[in-house]
């Protein structure tokens, strides 16, 4: 049995009869293409998947697609206009990855993270970010990207 | 991963959701989806339809009437959190729900789900019986009252029934004098605890223990309220020497878990310890 569901994805209009099993991760991945998503761990802890969910950062491994009927969603390819969203320049300036698998949803916390807490101390964006893990870069050029994002984009 | 297959309902009120459910003994409720979904990818449930009351008014929503704190059961661990009547009404509840998993589960996670689910390990539970909170269940022959006390049945076994819901969850308002605190010593990859220990006490003018709750997640099938601590402590100084005492001599944890991460001797101990941290800082809060 196919539901339709209507989302906003990164502010297009988008209209899809999905099976109600169909988890948003593998929405996005499968029907829309929009890879930039990662499936880390599927099992809601690595963070890998996490994406903006009517404004709030989500797991979308554990979201049904059709609990997000109606939402808002935006994903990393949604976040640059023209040129790279601050979060995603000051991951680039500041080396804030190494392989890159846990870059698309540790860049969706961390602006997450922002948008609660404009300016963090070093220990809440270690905290703010227990939800995502990098097994690269041992976090601290990614502490470093958030601190000079904070100052971006409060600047 | 994926689940198995299952029908969608998406119910705009409680009665409707009963309706459903009654007519379906294999459906399940989904609220925010952070206990069910994991355990039905993993195939360890497999519902053959879901009713998803997430959307439903009548289950949203913080409320404070009549010395009471009314939370609906689809209230997010977020909002929970960062709610400044639920603060000033129930800060142990507040503290409860920020520290379940991370931000991301914070958002999506509820109340209701929560309790409902009966994870022992999470965070909740203790916190609901030691503020001695009532549930609100609807089912198909009207509307009841659970007290916490009688809502946790054994392990993720609760007192609803398969056509019942949990609506919403009513706390007594915190007294002057008092102070709470949750305390939990957490499994560092999964979160959930190893050990969660929720105290509240009220002092009376002279600072001597009017009364004390102290409560544990993660040592048991349930919940375990260890009431024999919180009497011995009433009318104590309550000194560290005083909850040290209270706790060593009087905490016994009926049926301690034991299991990969920490044995039963384990747990009791460590019971004893993060009890006696919890008593001592919602002292200081008090």
Known sequence: ?155 | MYPSKFDYHRPSSVQEAVQILSANPEAKVLAGGHSLVPVMKLRLATPTALVDIGRIEELQGIGRANGSLRIGACVTYHEIANSDVVREAAPLLAEAAGQIGDRQVRYRGTIGGNLSHADPASDLPAAALALDATLHVSGPNGSRSVGASDFFVDLMMTALQLDEILTAVEIPAAQAGSGSAYVKFEHPASGYALCGAAAVVTRTADGSCASASLCFNGVSATAVDAAAVASSLVGSDLSDAAIESAVNENLSIPDPTGDMFASAAYRQELAKTIGAQALCTARDRA
């Not at chain 1, 009927?69 to 935006?74: H, I």
């Not at chain 1, 392989?99 to 703010?128: K, V």
């Open chain 1, 1 to 155: 049995m196919g539901i339709s569901i209507e989302l906003e994805i990164n502010g297009a209009s988008v209209s899809k009869e999905v099976e109600p099993r169909l988890l948003l991760a593998y929405f996005l991945r499968e029907e829309l293409g929009l890879t930039g998503t990662k499936i880390g761990c599927d099992t809601s802890q690595c963070g890998s998947c996490t994406i903006l969910l009517d404004g709030q950062a989500v797991k979308s491994c554990t979201v049904l697609a059709v609990q997000a009927d109606g939402g808002s969603v935006t994903t990393i390819e949604g976040l640059a206009n023209g040129e790279y969203h601050p979060m995603q320049q000051a991951f680039w300036d500041n080396h804030g990855l190494q392989c890159g698998y846990c870059t698309p949803g540790m860049i969706i916390s961390c602006i997450d993270l922002l948008n609660t807490n404009p300016q963090p101390s070093e220990e809440e964006i270690r905290h703010g970010l227990e939800g995502n893990l990098c097994r690269c870069t041992g976090y601290h050029n990614i502490v470093r990207a958030v601190q000079a994002a904070a100052e971006t984009m409060n600047g």
